[in-house]
């Protein structure tokens, strides 16, 4: 708890205005993420695609009445005259320096994680292996950036005995600041990878980086076997090192893999001692060897680290959103439970609207907090984010039933919630699903889940979110954005892409039919929504829903006209000028008769004027996109004139953002790129593709040399090998697989390798020739995603990503998901 004075001594920042003597116990930096208490304060950033001091006027509004900022001059005389107001140089950097400040009031001991790759899973393996040892607070997901740090640090109480915290950098001069807020007393080192290759001369100069975490601890765990992280170590840190490298503290020996279990035998200091561990891929064997390492150091009892071991479970490190039963949508965060991580969840679960929020919530073992402020907080919290009702599972929630004040019910067990469970209670919701690993919630969500088919797309709205900010840094200030969300946002899943795009704040939607805006509106979305493909049987819905049309052609809009039938009800359109694609609007001798219909339906207002296109991602077409503008423009200023009227202009769809950013006019069209596509591959690299198409393989089967696989006897087994290996897996046609992948045009990822189509696809199947791979039924096969990217499959056989993603079918089922 701090005081309001007290930040501005720690920041030594200036403090404009101190309207009230208040306490600070809880900082915003994300004004979507709203915990509105007297004791809250907002931290204004200003980042490279977003500027948090255009959102506090909304914050006030809110009753947030405490700001630090990095300048005043978006702060209203009201809002400055009834707040506490604090004026910082950076305002990230002071949140670090009060992180800072605030580690230095605990001396007990924390464990600082860095490294390329398995950061976050060696925190949480970790966590599972200590936690009936130590009363723990660790880093919520994957918070270990500049800004993750110090929200981590800033959650550590007195009630803790030790706390475990990672460290992520993407540059050069990071760490430093991140060290001084975590001060780790030990560290673990992972391993060194590729990741953020762009931010360092090269892998000595990261290395070199991330060592700076540990210039303070007193011993770094790391694997002996990396040779540059060994060599590159500053000699004043202590190691304590694992590896088969005979200098290793830990010696190790992998005996032998199992399907689901390697037997392993550790030597140290004269003992010998055998282990199962329950992984058997080289990277999760590497961060439990982390884990395993740090619990020898700890002086864990060999019995009570085989026995945590035995337990250790695979951890789903993502947020999913999917669907369950009786049309509920089920957020899946089973794993664990503390509050860093429930007020994460509860921001994704409250960014879904349109359907009444449930919780279903276990007793939080780690919070550091007595019962009584623990249960009081978490009260306030679920109050607070507007959730409908809360399921509690747990001795602690049975016992602090009645610090509750929403509708609630209360289980002691996982068992006894079961078997009380009456499926028909859950409808029409969207139900978070939250637990400590003991209370085994994945229970809870197998049961509500929606049965589905074995190959689903992954959507992952963090790289959708990303996209959006890409786009929205490449706007002039006060353009609008509107995005296309038609065809179930390409295949992404239009209800879900609608809510994240909600969440964010875009100015308009547009869809291709009216029933995909009315699906919109039925879920929830508030959002403008323009309807590209309007008939006259569709005129009903357009007003009943408030969907704005596109107007094209003097025939439709007659017929509108009619419908409307002289009602003075303002109705909002969207004028398609034809200005060269030739496809949809009016043509430039169509604007007088155009003018006088508008002019004498005064109660027809036009929304927008605008025009597609046609070759915007071709250079080669850059002459015919300006006259397109030129006409546009030229069509665009006698309709503004002649109506008396200042509509919003638009012509740049994805493509023209790029290449054409003096045409942004009022406002822009952004449509595949929001999915990880840049059309004209100018500035793919600044994208990240949003979707995984997995599947599993069914069936594996041993073919002789020369024998055929599939319909039309097209595949034939022609491995050097004797006999070939041949996969059977759960994509067809069906599910949007197109035959023209068939034989051999693609290969698809299996266990890390590449394996190609062999016969013909089937209606709900297709094989891979899986000669040579490690292979086996259950395995996962990605279809497509970082690695084989849609462009390629589309480039196998020519055609574009758009029709690969739009064709994938409704069959198979989609699943959000967020860090």
């Known amino acids: ?250 010696n190790i020996h992998f005996l032998e893999k199992h399907d689901n279990y390697t037997n392993i035998r550790i030597d140290f200091r004269n003992k010998s001692v055998s282990l199962k561990v329950p992984f058997v891929d080289d990277a999760s064997l590497e961060n439990i060897m982390h884990c395993i390492s740090m619990m020898i150091f700890l002086k864990t009892p060999w019995l009570q680290i085989s026995e945590t071991l035995g337990k250790l479970t695979n951890i789903e490190m993502r947020l999913q959103l999917k669907k369950g039963i009786n049309n509920c949508y089920l957020i899946d965060d089973s794993y664990n439970n503390d509050l860093g991580g429930l007020q994460i969840a509860i921001d994704f679960l409250k960014s879904q609207p349109g359907k009444k929020k449930r919780i279903i919530l276990s007793d939080i073992l780690q919070s550091g907090l007595e019962d009584r402020q623990l249960y009081g907080q978490l009260n306030q919290i679920i109050k607070q984010n507007h959730i409908n009702s809360l399921v509690g599972i747990g001795e602690g929630m049975m016992n602090n039933k009645s610090a509750f004040t929403m509708d609630s019910r209360f289980f002691e067990t996982t068992d006894s919630f079961l078997q009380s469970l009456n499926f028909w209670n859950f409808h029409d919701e969207v139900i978070l699903v939250k637990g400590a690993r003991p209370f085994k919630f994945e229970r809870i969500t197998n049961l509500l889940s929606e049965k589905i088919h074995r190959t ?156 597609h296109l046609a070759g915007a991602d071709e250079e080669i077409h850059n002459d015919f996109s300006k006259g397109q503008v030129e006409l546009f423009l030229k069509i665009s200023v006698r309709l503004e004139r002649d109506l008396n009227i200042r509509p919003i202009r638009h012509i740049l769809n994805s493509a023209g953002i790029i290449r054409f950013p003096e045409y942004q006019l009022d406002m822009v069209r952004l449509g595949i790129g929001l999915y990880g596509f840049e059309a004209n591959q100018i500035e793919q690299d600044e994208l ?32 050097d090998a004797t006999i070939a290996t041949i996969a059977t897996i759960a994509i067809g046609y069906a599910d949007g697989f197109p035959r023209a992948f068939s034989n051999g045009k693609i290969s698809l990822i299996v266990n890390g390798k590449m394996a190609p189509v062999i016969g013909n696809i089937c209606m709900d199947m297709c094989m891979l020739d899986v000669t040579g791979i490690d292979a086996k039924e259950g395995d996962e096969v990605t279809v497509f995603g970082v690695k084989p990217s849609i462009k390629t499959l589309a480039d196998a056989i020519d055609t574009i990503p758009y029709e690969i993603l739009t064709n994938i079918s409704s069959r198979v089922t989609r699943v959000f998901y967020t860090s």
């Open 688 to 719: 990240r593709p949003i979707s995984t198409l997995k599947t599993v393989i069914s069936q594996i089967k041993n073919v002789k040399k020369g024998d055929t696989i599939g319909y039309g006897r097209k595949g034939i087994a022609q491995n």
């Open 456 to 611: 689903v797309l992954e959507i992952n709205l963090d790289a959708v979110s990303d996209n959006l900010n890409f786009y929205r840094s490449r706007l002039n200030r006060d353009v609008k954005l509107m995005v296309m969300v038609k065809a179930l946002a390409y295949g992404s899943g239009g209800i879900e892409i609608a809510n994240l795009l909600q969440y964010n704040r875009v100015d308009y939607l547009a869809v291709a039919y009216p029933d995909e805006g009315v699906e919109l509106r039925k879920s929830g979305i508030g959002l403008p929504i323009m309807v590209m493909n309007v008939t006259d049987e569709s005129f009903a819905n357009i007003r009943k829903y408030n969907l704005e049309p596109e107007i094209y052609s003097l025939s439709q809009l007659k017929k509108f006209i009619d419908f409307i039938n002289g009602s003075e009800i303002e109705t909002k359109i969207h004028i398609k000028i034809d200005s060269g694609m030739h496809r949809l609007g009016f043509e430039e001798n169509h604007i007088f008769e155009l003018i006088a219909l508008l002019k004498s339906n005064p109660s027809i207002s036009v929304a927008s004027i605008y025009s």
């Open 1 to 250: 708890m701090f005081t309001f004075d007290q930040i501005a001594n720690i920041t030594k920042g200036e403090v404009t205005t101190n309207y009230s003597h208040r306490q600070i116990d809880h900082f915003i930096t994300d004004s979507r993420k709203l915990i509105n208490r007297p004791s809250s304060v907002f931290i204004a950033i200003k980042g490279e695609r977003h500027d948090g001091h255009n959102f506090i006027k909304e914050l006030y509004l809110k009753g947030i009445r405490q700001f630090i900022v990095e300048n005043s001059s978006s702060i209203t005389s009201e809002i400055r005259e009834n707040s506490n107001i604090l004026l910082v140089r950076n305002s990230v950097n002071a949140l670090q320096a009060i992180a800072a400040f605030h580690r230095n009031q605990f001396d007990y001991p924390v464990i600082g994680i860095t490294g390329s790759n398995g950061k976050t899973i060696i925190k949480e393996w970790l966590g599972q292996l200590i936690e009936n040892k130590y009363n723990f607070i660790k880093s919520p997901k994957s918070y270990n950036s500049q800004l993750g740090v110090p929200l981590s640090v800033l959650q550590m109480t007195e009630k803790h005995n030790m706390a475990i915290f990672e460290a992520g950098i993407s540059t050069t001069g990071e760490m430093e600041n991140l060290q001084k807020i975590i001060k780790p007393d030990y560290g673990i080192f992972t391993n060194i990878g590729s990741a953020h290759d762009e931010g360092f001369t090269g892998n000595e100069n990261k290395i070199l980086e991330k060592w700076k975490l540990f210039s303070e601890s007193d011993t770094v765990i790391y694997c002996r076997d990396h040779e540059l992280i060994h060599r590159l170590k500053p000699k004043k840190i202590n190691s304590f090192t694992w590896g088969k490298n005979q200098d290793a503290n830990v």
